[in-house]
């Protein structure tokens, strides 16, 4: 079963503008991650969450997590034409940790 | 440099013929595990493993096999490959169960027919 669904399933913007993607889970988790894969490649990690954070920042890159309403949002700010990518939420569930990926979303940034 | 690699990249084949995906990592990884990526969904998780001689199943293991009697190598095996089996699958390894961010290999892309 999915435990991560990411919404919107794509998004297109111009180059500039910040993108915004949702994540939202059913179980409790250890930790939250995101992914980026471009195509025809493997997954690259981008940031991981664990669940007594609420925000991280990487570069560019802004995560939150509410634990509360289970859901997690990826924000990257000014956007490049290089980010074009499909992104990916994974949460950390269980004592095996077993990483569980939802379906992706579609990014497509604008020149 | 620290890499994830499988091999083949590309691989068409027949039902039935017995193949192996290799994969390997450089990065002295405990952790191993084995997904396949399929249009709308998503990555599945068929196999992982927690160390050497320690192997699990994970969501779709039917089908496949695995091993790992070496820490850097956890090859993928399909006994008797079926059509419903072609896919694209990825390899990952990371560090522990505590530092969770995974590797990932470039991914095999397997055709059966």
């Known amino acids: 079963s999915q435990q991560g669904e990411e919404d919107p399933q794509a998004l297109s913007i111009q180059e500039g503008e910040n993108a915004t993607m949702n994540c939202s889970y059913k179980?409790?988790?250890?930790?939250l991650q995101w992914y980026r894969q471009n195509s025809g490649r493997g997954l690259v990690h981008l940031i991981l969450?664990?669940?007594?954070?609420r925000e991280k920042h990487s570069g560019r890159l802004r995560v939150t997590l509410d634990t509360s309403k289970k859901s997690s949002s990826l924000l990257i700010t000014a956007s490049r034409a290089a980010d074009t990518a499909s992104y990916f939420c994974a949460t950390d569930v269980g004592a095996n940790s077993k990483l569980t990926f939802g379906k992706g979303i579609t990014l497509s940034v604008r020149p | 440099e620290a890499q994830v690699t499988q091999n083949p990249r590309y691989l068409i084949t027949v039902t039935g013929k017995k193949l192996t995906v290799t994969c390997s990592q450089n990065?002295?990884?405990?952790?191993m595990s084995w997904y396949r990526q399929d249009p709308g969904l998503g990555l599945r998780q068929i196999y992982y493993?927690?160390?050497?001689?320690?192997?699990d199943k994970g969501d779709v293991p039917e089908g496949y096999k695995v091993s790992r009697k070496e820490k850097r190598n956890f090859p993928l095996i399909l006994e008797s490959p079926s059509p419903n089996q072609t896919s694209l699958y990825f390899c990952?390894?990371?560090?522990?169960?505590?530092?969770?961010?995974?590797?990932f290999g470039d991914g095999t892309r397997l055709s059966i027919l």
């Open positions: 969450i664990r669940s007594n954070e």
């Open positions: 179980t409790s988790i250890n930790n």
């Open positions: 990065m002295n990884h405990e952790y």
């Open positions: 990952a390894s990371s560090r522990d169960r505590e530092y969770q961010p995974q590797h």
């Open positions: 493993s927690m160390n050497v001689e320690v192997t």
